[in-house]
T-cell receptor
Framework: DAKTTQPPSMDCAEGRAANLPCNHS???????VYWYRQIHSQGPQYIIHGLKNNETNEMASLIITEDRKSSTLILPHATLRDTAVYYC??????????FGQGTTLQVKP | DTAVSQTPKYLVTQMGNDKSIKCEQNLGHDTMYWYKQDSKKFLKIMFS???????INETVPNRFSPKSPDKAHLNLHINSLELGDSAVYFC?????????????FGEGSRLTVL
């Protein structure tokens, strides 16, 4: 599975959009981009995933660049409850998720 | 109803003891996993079972023995516990024999070895 690079931490003002970047320059053609988050002391929670098209669900939007070497997770209106560690994972759908260090997002009032 | 439930939530024990953590999912999934999160917060896969059959074993010491009595349950038994086994253990489940990366995780079981 391809390696991902994320900034270690980010801040966001409550009510504003949070844009979390991820680089995955070695992604191969059959690998998907998945995003998970882990709120303190809880299990990881699936957010969204995509192959090459942009995706949106009730939680977030995922923007994948045309060359698929990077992506951005967008939380459109961040709330304090969105404070968490966000993980970008590239996987070939083997069920084996390799978690990196992720980005700690702090949403501030 | 909790989708993926683990028991116990907390476990404190002495080195050398044997302990088990149980996991049950009521999502109708066919694949279950154990992940370990160490003190540095890295999450690593340990095992995966599909329909009671082991499909992923990430070179975990053989003191760790997963057991899947049916596809809704995956238990983790640990023999001769060591200090380095202290961690949070997460159970997860998914559909499609692991061919989807959409996993549902439990709340974790924090194991402390003294």
């Amino acid at each position: 599975d391809a390696k991902t690079t994320q900034p270690p931490s980010m801040d966001c003002a409550e009510g504003r959009a949070a844009n979390l970047p991820c680089n995955h320059s070695t992604i191969s053609g059959n690998e998907y981009v998945y995003w998970y988050r882990q709120i303190h002391s809880q299990g990881p929670q699936y957010i969204i995933h995509g192959l090459k098209n942009n995706e949106t669900n009730e939680m977030a939007s995922l923007i994948i660049t045309e060359d698929r070497k990077s992506s951005t997770l967008i939380l459109p209106h961040a709330t304090l409850r969105d404070t968490a560690v966000y993980y970008c994972i590239v996987t070939g759908n083997t069920g084996k998720l390799i978690f990196g260090q992720g980005t700690t997002l702090q949403v501030k009032p | 109803d909790t989708a993926v439930s683990q028991t116990p939530k907390y476990l404190v024990t002495q080195m050398g003891n044997d302990k088990s953590i149980k996991c049950e999912q009521n999502l109708g999934h066919d694949t279950m996993y154990w992940y370990k999160q160490d003190s540095k917060k890295f999450l690593k896969i340990m095992f995966s079972y599909n329909n009671k059959e082991l499909i992923i074993n990430e070179t975990v010491p053989n003191r760790f023995s997963p057991k899947s009595p049916d596809k809704a349950h995956l238990n983790l038994h640990i023999n001769s516990l060591e200090l380095g086994d202290s961690a949070v253990y997460f159970c997860a489940s998914s559909l499609a024999g692991g061919r989807t990366g959409e996993l549902f995780f439990g709340e974790g079981s924090r194991l402390t070895v003294l």
